[in-house]
């Protein structure tokens, strides 16, 4: 594992999480508010929520999607490349970081996206930031067969950023 990598795992606790890499929670905002989209499992939701957020060499995270918009900010490390799949099945990709990438970027609610390093023998740590605040119920992994189903013009980059169901 990349020194750098493990010194940010440990002094920031960070835990395995299920998309794949290593995650924490830092912000849950203490006021709720009831939100009208039909989509979320539960109405109530914090105003906005963030995390540290972690990969490392081969590390990747799948798709999945949210029902809320996340911002992605870069604060060390590798570029990250960011791979998209909007609600009409439009592929798009976009780099995160100091290279040759942005520093923030806003992922629409409803997008499948996935993410991997640009250098794998490096790490980058980012952190998220979701509003209306991130709730586990409103998480979707995705699953390899559904998203060919649902787009199989994009077969070989699903295969690639989903586990075999």
């Not at 508010?33 to 081969?58: A, C, Q």
Request: hydrophobic residues 35%; neutral net charge; aromatic residues 16%.
């Amino acid at each position: 594992m990349n020194k750098k990598a493990q010194y940010y795992i440990e002094k920031l606790d960070l835990k395995k999480h299920p998309e794949g890499g290593y995650f924490k929670e830092i912000y849950r905002s203490n006021e709720h508010f009831i939100v009208p989209d039909y989509s979320f499992k539960k109405k109530e939701r914090n105003y906005s929520t963030s995390i540290y957020f972690l990969l490392e060499g081969k590390d990747k995270s799948c798709f999945h999607k949210l029902n809320s918009d996340e911002i992605w900010h870069f604060y060390d490390g590798s570029d990250i490349r960011i791979i998209i799949i909007d609600s009409s099945g439009n592929l798009s990709e976009t780099l995160l970081g100091k290279e040759n990438g942005e520093f923030q970027f806003t992922i629409k609610k409803n997008s499948w996206f996935a993410a991997e390093l640009v250098n794998k023998d490096s790490f980058a740590l980012i952190g998220c930031t979701v509003s209306p605040g991130f709730d586990f119920e409103d998480f979707i992994l995705g699953k390899r067969e559904e998203l060919i189903n649902l787009f199989p013009q994009h077969e070989q980059i699903i295969k690639k950023f989903t586990r075999i169901n």
